[in-house]
């Protein structure tokens, strides 16, 4: 479901699943637990996999920025994400990168 990549200054989590839903969203908040513990540094999570996020989803993801000190950084998410993350003004909380 998770794979990761740290280095010095950046933790990489990349989800590889379709869908952050409420099927696998505690299950996800406990992997990003996990990944952080002890990180104080800048986290990105690569949501270029992902294809539907729900409220559980979302759920998740702000927990992991309220976990990293606001240093979490959205990567590549699709545009079915993206329109989620307007929708609710996420947009405006969560630094994306789309590339």
């Given at each position: 479901?998770?794979?990761?990549n ?9 989800l ?48 992991l ?35």
């Amino acid at each position: 479901m998770i794979t990761f990549n740290k280095t010095d200054d950046c933790l990489t989590i990349v989800l590889q699943v379709a869908s952050l839903d409420a099927g696998n969203a505690v299950t996800a908040k406990e992997q990003f637990r996990e990944l952080i513990q002890d990180w104080d540094k800048t986290v990105k999570i690569d949501l270029s996999q992902v294809d539907f996020m729900d409220s559980s989803g979302i759920g998740a993801l702000l927990s992991l920025f309220k976990s990293t000190n606001q240093q979490l950084t959205l990567v590549r998410p699709k545009p079915s994400v993206m329109s989620v993350l307007e929708l609710l003004r996420l947009h405006r909380v969560f630094p994306i990168e789309l590339d």
